[in-house]
């Protein structure tokens, strides 16, 4: 029996041959990544335990994201905590005010992260790289601590759960509806430690930025990973951008998945998830008149520049419904900036929103539109659980940046039209 | 190692978010974090808690986010067993790292009540319900994973080696 393209990243990290499903290895890192609020509790855990040096200072990645600008003193000493660590051992992909961006959207960005990388970061949605043909996998802060330390981390090799893409995407759909359907048929435990494997005739048709976002919520549904073949796209993407030369990995013919799942990209709709899980998905069109207080496009998940292209499309003149307040986040300076230069940032303003520089800030309900007591939030973001944007009796609704930009004008949830 | 306690019980996919929400993390401080613990599902919890009680809970415990300030409030609250159908899997990495005794068992986490008064005894995975008088056995860690929690911890296993 063969190798999943997963298992056969982690046989390859870990010096074996061949791995299987349910065995424990030990494999080497090429990227250990923490960000300003996991950050911290690792160099805790790290200077506690004795540790003096890391184990190579171009393999680890810090990123001030979630509350910067510093939100408050405190987060202001996290941010210092993890400046002076970083300093101190020279680590080489340090992210400050200036230069950082939402982890995940900064890291394949500038090329830290690469095909065929074996990547932790103390961070959920690590998962995101998949998308470039790496395995990547989020954990807590120990095992940032440790992996820092050791160049290493133990993994137990997942089995697998293959997804069959086939057609094309509708106009009005991108890959965030694609995860959201996927979620909403498995649920939130449906890969639970498996990998989601995505492969098939449809993946050509998906761009780098909708592979980023399916992979990105592979942990939505449980998984301990998400990945794409590397294809034309991939190495397009990867080409000039690479800090590292790209390894080429693919799952065996023989390869043994505990389930395939054929999804038609062709009958994807735009999709919803209501409160208060990403399973609790339905159609866009079929969720009738649900009014909203607040619109959020960004984060990990969709704050790339297709994202923002999608959010300028619809939003260009036109005008943001009276009382909602509609806020705008690219991932990183680099979108930022674009935005700028496109002319994207202009229109937003003269709709009625609101662009900030890049933060995870509102996904997680650290600042940047926090959510009173019986709010409502149609956000491009990953998660809508209790309280997740403010008070626990708020609700958020998780949708892509063509149905957020769509509701914000409207003022009710909205299906976004074939443009 | 045992632990005796009264139970808390709580239902599928109790989430990071809930367990310590992220408003509270800019600080790392563990007993500052604690007195947040399961803030926005349970606002008694922290104050009912004590030392060695058993939190009970469903499918896909600690889903979301990975941070490890969610096992360590349970911990650091005083809880001396979590017990689920299942664990999501950040989370149960975590609980392993820190030190955080998790179970799971199907049969256990359907059956015992809110309140009711648990022994747990971690070398042979024996749940008695003291309340009820019935028994369950959870599987047992694999040897790999007893092993980093016999050395009190990863970090502490790692600098064993």
């Not at chain 1, 202001?76 to 680590?91: D, G, L, N, T, Y």
């Not at chain 2, 689920?84 to 049969?107: D, T, V």
């Given at each position: 029996m063969g190798m999943t393209m997963t298992q056969k990243i982690l046989a390859f990290h870990a010096g074996l041959d061949k791995v299987v499903s349910g065995q424990l290895i030990s494999a080497k890192l090429d990227i250990v990544l923490g960000n300003d609020i996991t950050t911290p509790v690792a160099v805790n855990e790290f200077t506690k335990a004795g540790f003096d040096k890391v184990f190579d200072k171009d393999k680890i990645a810090i990123v001030l994201d979630h509350f910067v600008p510093n939100k408050d003193i405190k987060a202001a000493e996290q941010s210092k905590q993890c400046r002076e660590f970083a300093c101190s051992h020279c680590v080489s992909h340090f992210y400050d005010v200036g230069k950082m961006g939402i982890e995940h959207a900064l890291l394949p960005e500038q090329g830290v992260v690469t095909a065929g990388d074996c990547i932790i970061g103390a961070d959920s949605h690590t998962c995101t790289y998949g998308a470039l043909g790496a395995f990547s996998t989020g954990v807590g802060s120990t095992d940032m601590a440790a992996g820092m330390a050791t160049g290493t981390a133990w993994f137990k090799v997942p089995s697998a759960i293959k997804f069959n893409l086939s057609g094309k995407l509708n106009k009005n759909c991108s890959g965030k509806d694609v995860i959201l359907t996927i979620i909403g048929m498995i649920g939130v435990d449906g890969a639970l430690y498996k990998s989601m494997e995505f492969t098939g005739d449809g993946v050509s048709s998906l761009s780098m930025d909708d592979r980023l976002c399916i992979c990105n919520m592979a942990i939505e549904a449980g998984a301990k990973n998400g990945i794409f073949p590397v294809d034309e796209k991939t190495l397009e993407y990867l080409n000039g951008r690479s800090e590292r030369k790209p390894a080429i990995f693919s799952a065996d013919e023989d390869a043994e998945y505990e389930k395939v799942i054929d999804i038609d990209l062709n009958k994807i709709v735009p999709t919803v998830a209501c409160p208060h899980l990403p399973e609790n998905t339905h159609p866009a069109s079929e969720l009738g008149d649900i009014k909203i207080d607040q619109v959020v496009i960004g984060s990990c998940t969709n704050g790339r520049m297709e994202d923002m292209t999608a959010a300028y499309n619809v939003l260009k003149g036109q005008k943001v419904a009276d009382g909602i307040r509609c806020i705008i986040i690219p991932a990183t300076m680099q979108i930022y900036k674009e935005c700028v230069e496109k002319g994207y940032v202009t229109a937003f303003i003269d709709a009625g929103a609101v662009v900030s520089t890049p933060t995870c800030g509102p996904c997680l309900g650290g600042y940047m539109g926090i959510l009173a007591e019986g709010e409502r939030c149609i956000a491009t973001t990953n998660r809508n659980f209790v309280g997740r944007m403010g008070h626990v009796k708020s609700e958020v609704y998780l949708a892509s940046p063509l149905t957020a930009a769509a509701s914000a004008i409207t003022g009710y949830i909205t299906n976004p039209k074939e443009n | 190692m045992n632990v005796k306690g009264k139970v808390f019980k709580y239902p599928d996919n109790v989430d990071t978010d809930v367990i310590?929400?992220?408003?509270?993390?800019?600080?790392?401080?563990a007993k500052e974090l604690a007195l947040h613990c399961m803030e926005d599902i349970d606002t008694e919890f922290v104050k009912k808690v004590s030392v060695g009680d058993v939190m009970v809970a469903g499918w896909n415990f600690g889903c979301g986010s990975s941070r490890e300030h969610a096992p360590l409030v349970i911990k650091t609250c005083g809880t001396g067993c979590v017990i689920a159908k299942s664990f999501a899997r950040i989370f149960y990495r975590n609980a392993i790292n820190i030190g955080l005794p998790i179970l799971e068992c199907e049969q256990a986490a359907e059956e015992i009540n809110a309140g009711d008064e648990v022994s747990v005894d971690f070398d042979t995975g024996l749940i008695t319900d003291i309340t009820t008088g019935k028994t369950y056995k959870a599987q047992p860690f694999p040897e790999f994973i007893q092993n980093i929690i016999r050395k009190g911890g990863l970090l502490a296993s790692l600098k064993g080696e």
């Amino acid at each position: 029996m063969g190798m999943t393209m997963t298992q056969k990243i982690l046989a390859f990290h870990a010096g074996l041959d061949k791995v299987v499903s349910g065995q424990l290895i030990s494999a080497k890192l090429d990227i250990v990544l923490g960000n300003d609020i996991t950050t911290p509790v690792a160099v805790n855990e790290f200077t506690k335990a004795g540790f003096d040096k890391v184990f190579d200072k171009d393999k680890i990645a810090i990123v001030l994201d979630h509350f910067v600008p510093n939100k408050d003193i405190k987060a202001a000493e996290q941010s210092k905590q993890c400046r002076e660590f970083a300093c101190s051992h020279c680590v080489s992909h340090f992210y400050d005010v200036g230069k950082m961006g939402i982890e995940h959207a900064l890291l394949p960005e500038q090329g830290v992260v690469t095909a065929g990388d074996c990547i932790i970061g103390a961070d959920s949605h690590t998962c995101t790289y998949g998308a470039l043909g790496a395995f990547s996998t989020g954990v807590g802060s120990t095992d940032m601590a440790a992996g820092m330390a050791t160049g290493t981390a133990w993994f137990k090799v997942p089995s697998a759960i293959k997804f069959n893409l086939s057609g094309k995407l509708n106009k009005n759909c991108s890959g965030k509806d694609v995860i959201l359907t996927i979620i909403g048929m498995i649920g939130v435990d449906g890969a639970l430690y498996k990998s989601m494997e995505f492969t098939g005739d449809g993946v050509s048709s998906l761009s780098m930025d909708d592979r980023l976002c399916i992979c990105n919520m592979a942990i939505e549904a449980g998984a301990k990973n998400g990945i794409f073949p590397v294809d034309e796209k991939t190495l397009e993407y990867l080409n000039g951008r690479s800090e590292r030369k790209p390894a080429i990995f693919s799952a065996d013919e023989d390869a043994e998945y505990e389930k395939v799942i054929d999804i038609d990209l062709n009958k994807i709709v735009p999709t919803v998830a209501c409160p208060h899980l990403p399973e609790n998905t339905h159609p866009a069109s079929e969720l009738g008149d649900i009014k909203i207080d607040q619109v959020v496009i960004g984060s990990c998940t969709n704050g790339r520049m297709e994202d923002m292209t999608a959010a300028y499309n619809v939003l260009k003149g036109q005008k943001v419904a009276d009382g909602i307040r509609c806020i705008i986040i690219p991932a990183t300076m680099q979108i930022y900036k674009e935005c700028v230069e496109k002319g994207y940032v202009t229109a937003f303003i003269d709709a009625g929103a609101v662009v900030s520089t890049p933060t995870c800030g509102p996904c997680l309900g650290g600042y940047m539109g926090i959510l009173a007591e019986g709010e409502r939030c149609i956000a491009t973001t990953n998660r809508n659980f209790v309280g997740r944007m403010g008070h626990v009796k708020s609700e958020v609704y998780l949708a892509s940046p063509l149905t957020a930009a769509a509701s914000a004008i409207t003022g009710y949830i909205t299906n976004p039209k074939e443009n | 190692m045992n632990v005796k306690g009264k139970v808390f019980k709580y239902p599928d996919n109790v989430d990071t978010d809930v367990i310590i929400p992220a408003r509270y993390l800019n600080t790392s401080n563990a007993k500052e974090l604690a007195l947040h613990c399961m803030e926005d599902i349970d606002t008694e919890f922290v104050k009912k808690v004590s030392v060695g009680d058993v939190m009970v809970a469903g499918w896909n415990f600690g889903c979301g986010s990975s941070r490890e300030h969610a096992p360590l409030v349970i911990k650091t609250c005083g809880t001396g067993c979590v017990i689920a159908k299942s664990f999501a899997r950040i989370f149960y990495r975590n609980a392993i790292n820190i030190g955080l005794p998790i179970l799971e068992c199907e049969q256990a986490a359907e059956e015992i009540n809110a309140g009711d008064e648990v022994s747990v005894d971690f070398d042979t995975g024996l749940i008695t319900d003291i309340t009820t008088g019935k028994t369950y056995k959870a599987q047992p860690f694999p040897e790999f994973i007893q092993n980093i929690i016999r050395k009190g911890g990863l970090l502490a296993s790692l600098k064993g080696e």
